[in-house]
C-alpha cells in the first residue's frame, strides 16, 4: 500500500515534470509565433496597436436657436419645445445673428 508520503513526493515529482513541459512547449510557440511574424512581415505594432473598435465620436454642442427675452432661456431647436414656447410662434423668438 502506498503512503500518503510517497504520494505527496508523486505529485511534487510530477509538477516538476509539468512546468517543465509547459516551459519547453511555450518556448516553442514562440519560437514558431516568430518565425510567422518575420515571414508575413507582421510586427508586434501590427497586432498590439490594431484596435479595430470603432472610436467614440466627440459630441458638439448645438448652439441655442431660440431664446425667450422674459427669462433668458434658450433652446436649440432639437427635442422637446420648451413650456415658454407652447401656443405661441417660435420664429418670434429666434435668435439671428
Known amino acids: 500500500m502506498i503512503t500518503y508520503a510517497k504520494y505527496v ?3 511534487t515529482k510530477f509538477q ?3 512546468e517543465a513541459a509547459c516551459k519547453d512547449e511555450l518556448s516553442g ?3 514558431t509565433i516568430k518565425d510567422l511574424m518575420q515571414l508575413h512581415g507582421i510586427t508586434v ?3 498590439a496597436g490594431g484596435s479595430r473598435a470603432k472610436p467614440e465620436k466627440v459630441k458638439s454642442s448645438v448652439p441655442a436657436q431660440f431664446k425667450n427675452p422674459e427669462t433668458g432661456e434658450t433652446w436649440t ?3 422637446r ?3 415658454w414656447l407652447d401656443g405661441k410662434d417660435k420664429e418670434q ?3 439671428t445673428n
Open 45 to 47: 505594432e501590427d497586432i
Open 93 to 95: 423668438f429666434r435668435i
Open 29 to 31: 510557440a514562440i519560437k
Open 81 to 83: 419645445a420648451p413650456r
Open 9 to 11: 513526493e508523486q505529485i
Open 77 to 79: 431647436g432639437r427635442g
Open 16 to 18: 516538476s515534470l509539468a
